[in-house]
């Protein structure tokens, strides 16, 4: 699916052996599935603790169905599609509850605030997390689209059995979603157009005297060897409007990020 390159055992060998009872066979076919989940999770839900625990929640489920998966489609397509039941039907999060109460949050700042002087990391922290915050705009089922579709390339022929419709209807639902990023964004971010006059620098200071940012513990830059655009195939299909292209690039730039407390949530032993 997504992966250009990953362990040399299969799938299909390791579900066996899984099923037979063989712990450590369960714990490698997780491992091969648990980062991708928990970066879909992250951007899907942005806050990392709810992520943390939708990751433990659906790989819980992955495992307690293991034994009823029939094969009848490549093992990705099943994991994904447990996952994307979960974060269509899950509670709804801190973030979406705050966004939702306080939609200010994320569109406050002062011009003065440019002047002030943040470390790279800080700045970083916060284009990644506005940039991810952008997908708020969008319901649920367009959030979802939009991460499996542009930011991890999912064609047409997965989407379509991910999201259990046909493979003309997926293509409408992402193009949808697209359109009502893009509307969402046009005028405000300062990275897909410097016209305007949203600048990571100028929010820093915000989200840091918000509360939004801890200068001493950032979690959205860290964890991570290489972003998203290193390990996920671009989609072939071509996407006329400029700003659409940039916002593609500006996820796929962002950081994909390897948690070590997923290992921890699950107890082979």
Not at 9 to 30: P, R
């Amino acid at each position: 699916m997504f992966l250009k390159k990953y362990d040399t055992y299969t799938d299909k060998i390791l579900i066996s052996e899984s099923v037979s009872g063989n712990t450590n066979s369960l714990s490698v076919l997780i491992k091969k599935h648990q980062d991708f989940i928990y970066n879909i999770s992250l951007r899907f839900f942005l806050n990392p603790e709810d992520a943390l625990d939708a990751t433990q929640d659906i790989l819980i489920k992955i495992i307690n169905n293991l034994k009823n998966f029939s094969g009848q489609s490549a093992f990705r397509t099943w994991v994904y599609r447990i996952a994307i039941n979960h974060y269509l039907n899950a509670p709804k999060s801190k973030t979406e509850r705050l966004l939702n109460d306080h939609p200010q949050q994320f569109s406050g700042f002062s011009d003065a605030d440019e002047r002030n002087s943040f470390s790279e990391e800080e700045v970083e922290e916060v284009r990644v997390l506005c940039s991810t915050a952008m997908l708020m705009c969008l319901n649920r089922e367009q959030r979802l689209l939009y991460i499996m579709g542009e930011v991890f390339g999912v064609d047409h022929n997965l989407g379509s059995q991910l999201f259990d419709v046909s493979k003309a209807n997926y293509r409408i639902k992402l193009h949808r979603a697209r359109l009502e990023l893009t509307n969402f964004v046009t005028g405000k971010c300062g990275i897909i157009n410097p016209k305007n006059p949203c600048r990571c620098p100028k929010k820093t200071r915000t989200f840091i005297n918000n509360g939004i940012i801890d200068k001493n513990n950032l979690r959205f830059t860290t964890d991570f060897k290489h972003t998203v655009a290193t390990i996920v195939e671009t989609q072939k299909e071509d996407i006329s409007d400029k700003i659409q292209l940039d916002l593609r690039e500006l996820f796929q730039n962002s950081p994909f990020q390897v948690k070590e407390e997923i290992d921890d949530l699950l107890n082979f032993s």
